[in-house]
């Protein structure tokens, strides 16, 4: 009876392996969140250059940037050279450190709720949350996040807010514009924007 009973709280406290990596998985998100509530309501403090120095860590460990600049440029990437691989790759992590920054830039009450957590097909994690936004939940945001394990930990490579997916919009807005102008081209109004953002 003893072994019996032992066995069961074993298997009631013992994490599944999908139910391991999906808290790991929310982990990563529930880190960012926290970091992204920490330069919110540190904002005016921070300025514009202390939210970017604050939150950059924070995006490089919670984002896989090399595989959403891969994906973003889809069929261009197999075109581009070691050297020009690492220059996209750059600019485009400093635009999304920007663009954190930028945007995430007061705090009038604003809160991230989880909401839950599933596995997906290449053993992937969409992790779904919300951004309070105000007491109506009409003005609320869902943020869905999909992270795969790169083996040193879970990294996000789609962020889907109200079904919108910005890994979508952002593989055809590159890919126009590197049709248009070239990888050069891209790089240039990427580092406008990030001049811009600066200036928000």
Aim: hydrophobic share 45%; no cysteine.
């Amino acid at each position: 009876m003893l072994h019996s009973l032992v066995a069961l709280l074993l298997a009631l406290f013992t994490l599944s392996p999908s139910n391991a990596q999906s808290n790991d998985a929310v982990a990563t998100v529930d880190a960012l969140h926290a970091a992204l509530l920490d330069i919110m309501k540190n904002a005016e403090s921070l300025g514009f250059a202390g939210r970017r120095d604050r939150i950059a860590p924070v995006i490089h460990a919670s984002f896989d940037l090399p595989f959403i600049t891969r994906f973003a440029l889809g069929r261009y990437w197999q075109d581009l050279g070691a050297g020009d691989r690492d220059a996209i790759v750059d600019v485009f992590s400093r635009w999304t450190v920007g663009h954190y920054a930028a945007r995430f830039n007061g705090y009038s009450g604003e809160r991230f709720t989880f909401v839950s957590a599933e596995t997906t097909r290449r053993k992937r994690e969409l992790v779904r949350t919300v951004l309070e936004v105000s007491d109506d939940a009409a003005g609320n945001v869902t943020l869905d996040y999909l992270l795969h394990d790169k083996g040193s930990g879970w990294r996000i490579i789609n962020v889907i807010a109200n079904g919108v997916s910005d890994l979508s919009l952002k593989r055809a807005d590159y890919g126009a514009v590197i049709a248009a102008q070239g990888l050069g081209g891209l790089i240039e109004k990427l580092e406008s924007q990030i001049d811009d953002f600066a200036k928000e």
